[in-house]
């Protein structure tokens, strides 16, 4: 049996979470948008065409930020089309996923749908075939008051008042050879620099997001942070980090060790952004919006089948498994351990696309929940307030020679709640034994302790049989806490302080 000891001390505080940290994505691609989100003319729809059904499946995640369009699609994306009257939007090819786009749902639906979800916008801009002129334009049209071409025409639009989106990401993946306008660094740094001084220009008070690297495999990574950083470190007030997973090598341990690679990702970028600040001789610091990231592997076969230039496809369609599920909660973690530096992340996607919530356009259940909606449900729901330090002594496996510990685990202290909310997981293949030592704390009672487990790893959720259940064996001793872990289990302890 494995054994973890964790310490965690009151005092030790990594940083308050930003409620940010745990957003998504929702790009116009696949099913996200049109038979995801909205659908006019399906029986849960509301007036404005959106799914009811969609909407409170979102609340479950309670997701405070969406950022929208994309992801690719935004790189080819004129925002003009998707505003005014429906019948007069053109219809366009998608060339970022070969798709026809229809544009009956823009800016103003997106912005009205965040409004039903309880979220704000992080709206990226086109910085691939597009640049300064439309982002100076789009972002009249939307934070401006009045008295002019484009805040005039939001009016005529129908939003007599500004939205005030305060939250704009400068264009995306453009490290990238598969983005739609592509560029290298300098090219990309100098762009970004121009666009946010011409955006700030408009509003002051907007917060911008500059594209760090897509991947850290790529050949750039390092490179294109420092070239980019010395163009924008005074314009931006956070750095974007993309990093997907998958076991394409069949290989679980590796798998699951994918958090330890990403830690490492982050650690990488944060020093290059302290080296920029330490050479540039600045006193702000430099944040990071984690504003992709998640598993993704599963559909590339039946991708490739697919028909092009079709309206909605079904695109990236992955179907979560339960390994899958095990290692977006160790990411989530990860995040979480971060929260000093990471401010800003996007689970990417929302809804159908590499999402934790499916819909189904007939049948029942209308809308289901995959694998990955457990573990990201708990803690977005539950990692608020303070991220705690924990201490840990526990045993490791080694994997590409990186040792990872076979429980891994996160904390937050939440004062308006008066609770400590523990975050473990095991990725062993046998059960665990676990005990956390809270020094410095009021005495704590058990509020509640829950498991997601006993699930094959293989195993998905499409007949909707996965639940989160109690975890019985925990006690408590004077503020040390003791238990049992299923083998390959994510788990949650909430305390009351």
């Not at 006993?454 to 503020?479: C, F, P």
Request: glycine share 6%.
């Amino acid at each position: 049996m494995v054994k973890a000891t964790f310490k965690i001390n009151s005092d030790n505080i990594i940083s308050e979470i930003d409620p940010r940290m745990w957003g998504s994505l929702t790009e116009q691609l696949g099913r996200c948008v049109y038979n995801g989100i909205y659908q006019p003319g399906h029986p849960l729809a509301n007036k404005d065409g959106f799914r009811t059904d969609v909407i409170e499946a979102i609340k479950k995640l309670r997701v405070p930020l969406v950022r929208y369009p994309g992801g690719n699609f935004v790189s080819g994306y004129n925002w003009e089309d998707g505003i005014g009257p429906k019948d007069t939007r053109p219809v366009r090819l998608d060339i970022a996923w070969k798709s026809i786009e229809t544009n009956q749902f823009g800016l103003h639906e997106f912005l009205n749908w965040c409004k039903c979800i309880g979220a704000e916008a992080d709206m990226a801009i086109n910085l691939g075939t597009r640049g300064i002129d439309a982002a100076r334009n789009l972002i009249e049209y939307c934070n401006f008051p009045s008295g002019t071409y484009w805040s005039d025409l939001r009016i005529k639009n129908g939003q007599k008042e500004p939205f005030n989106i305060k939250l704009w990401s400068l264009g995306n993946e453009v490290d990238g050879d598969w983005q739609i306008g592509h560029k290298n660094a300098h090219e990309y740094g100098r762009l970004a620099h121009e666009t946010a001084k011409a955006m700030k220009r408009v509003d002051p008070s907007i917060e911008l997001i500059a594209c760090g690297s897509s991947l850290h495999t790529l050949d750039t990574f390092g490179s294109w942070e420092e070239t980019i950083l010395d163009n924008v470190y005074e314009d931006v007030d956070y750095l974007s980090l993309h990093q997907y997973y998958d076991d394409n090598e069949h290989d679980i341990k590796k798998f699951l060790s994918s958090s330890v690679d990403l830690d490492s990702f982050i650690s990488e970028v944060v020093s290059i952004c302290d080296a920029v600040k330490a050479r540039k001789h600045m006193d702000k610091t430099m944040y990071l919006a984690m504003d992709e990231w998640n598993v993704s592997y599963h559909s590339k076969e039946s991708d490739a089948k697919q028909k092009p230039w079709q309206v909605a496809p079904h695109l990236l369609e992955d179907h979560y498994t339960f390994a899958d599920a095990l290692v977006v909660g160790s990411l989530a973690l990860t995040l979480l351990k971060h929260a000093d530096r990471i401010k800003i992340g996007c689970l990417a996607q929302l809804v159908n696309v590499i999402a934790p919530i499916m819909t189904n356009n007939e049948g029942n259940p209308s809308v289901w929940y995959q694998s990955i909606f457990y573990p990201f449900m708990q803690i977005s729901n539950f990692a608020q307030g303070e991220s705690l330090k924990v201490d840990s002594k526990v045993e490791n496996y080694t994997v590409v020679n990186r040792d990872v510990p076979y429980l891994s685990s996160a904390a937050a202290v939440n004062k308006a709640t008066n609770e400590i909310v523990l975050f473990i997981e095991n990725k062993a293949d046998e059960p665990a034994q676990f005990e956390y030592q809270l020094c410095n704390f009021p005495n704590v009672s058990l509020k509640k302790a829950t498991q997601f487990a006993g699930y094959d790893l293989d195993a998905t959720n499409e007949n909707q049989l996965m639940h989160i259940s109690d975890l019985k064996d925990v006690a408590i001793d004077n503020n040390t806490v003791k238990g049992k872990l299923d083998a390959y289990s994510w788990n949650m302890i909430r305390l009351s302080l």
